[in-house]
């Protein structure tokens, strides 16, 4: 861990009079597993899709692997990025949506390939390829001819994970990936997540409300509230003694 792979500096974000995210300062560094806590509607989705190139900005600067993301250099200093660019960047992250967001009329399999071979130009056997191997690692590989509608959620969800890895990013991101899954659901997932946590090289950024899981998988934990981030340490630290009573009050709403 040396440089961070993730940065944002002073990035301003608004949806029209609202002021989502208000000169955010927040860093990543390669390899670091680091979750996002808060409330809802603290900015923490928007963090995200910024990331995904799914969400512009407003202002400031944000740098993935050293290289500006929404922006590229011109003749005359920074200028707002090309598409070109964006795909460039978006190739290194992927991303893990709360509603798995999967292709309905594509079957599992495709869901995985569609990806790798529309956007990396990999040929379909070396797609599925990887897809199976994919399928084997999150439990599935029994699947791969199903539709998403034939699965259940926690399922689904895998092979959203699946998905998302199959373009082999060096950055994955979660948005709530078991908030939408029945209780009996949510720990095949988060085992998953759990087992690409002890990938040393990936970078992982979690929003999450599942708290015990947070703390056992990250090195370090933040506290968003109103687009800045109030407080961060380690999942001891912010766990057992936060500083802020902002942090504490959520907490106790939340471990309640
Ligand atoms: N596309 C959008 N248009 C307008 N407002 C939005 C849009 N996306 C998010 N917001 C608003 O921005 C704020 C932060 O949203 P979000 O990042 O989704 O919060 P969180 O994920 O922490 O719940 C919320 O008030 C939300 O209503
Ligand atoms: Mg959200």
Known sequence: MSDPIIKFDKVVKRFGDLTVLDALDFEVMRGEKVSIIGPSGSGK?????????????????????????????????????????????????????????????????????????????????????????LLERVGLADQAQKYPHQLSGGQQQRVGIARALAMRPSILLFDEPTSALDPELVGEVLNVIGQLAEEHDLTMLLVTHEMRFAREISDRVCFFDQGQIREEGTPEELFSDPNEDRTREFLKAVLD
Do not use: C, Y
């Open 45 to 133: 989705s928007t963090v995200l899709r910024i990331l995904m190139t799914l969400e512009g900005i407003d202002g400031g600067l944000v740098t993935v692997g050293g290289e500006p993301l929404w922006h590229e250099p011109g003749p005359d200093g920074l200028r707002p990025a090309s598409e070109a660019h964006l795909r460039k960047m978006r190739a290194q992250l992927g991303m893990v949506f709360q509603q798995f967001n999967l292709f309905p009329h594509m079957t599992v399999l495709r869901n995985i390939t569609e990806a790798p071979v529309k956007v990396l130009g990999l040929s379909k056997a070396d797609a599925k390829l990887r897809a199976e191997e």
